[in-house]
């Protein structure tokens, strides 16, 4: 359910970014990997990911500039890298 839910916010918003780009209106889409918070502090293998706030800062920087981003570059090596293995 989750993974349906967040596929269909990603995809709606695309639409609607398409469809509102020619009034000027531009949509972001963001899908978003792990940040560091108290509850990923506890699994070592998220130790290298960014704070809140240094993802916030990179995530922001990308807005009126893409249509879709990972908003931090790790987070957007990481996806490519699954997809790679996957297909």
């Not at 993802?55 to 922001?60: D, E, G, P, T």
Request: glycine share 6%; aromatic share 18%; net charge positive.
């Amino acid at each position: 359910m989750y993974s349906a839910t967040k596929t269909f916010v990603d995809c709606f918003a695309q639409a609607l970014s398409y469809e509102y780009e020619s009034k000027g209106i531009t949509i972001q889409s963001c899908m978003p990997g792990t940040v560091l918070t108290n509850i990923t502090k506890k699994y070592g293998e998220f130790q290298k990911m960014p704070s809140p706030e240094t993802y916030c800062k990179s995530w922001l920087a990308t807005i009126g500039k893409a249509r879709w981003t990972h908003g931090y570059w790790k987070h957007a090596i990481d996806a490519s890298f699954v997809l790679f293995v996957k297909f």
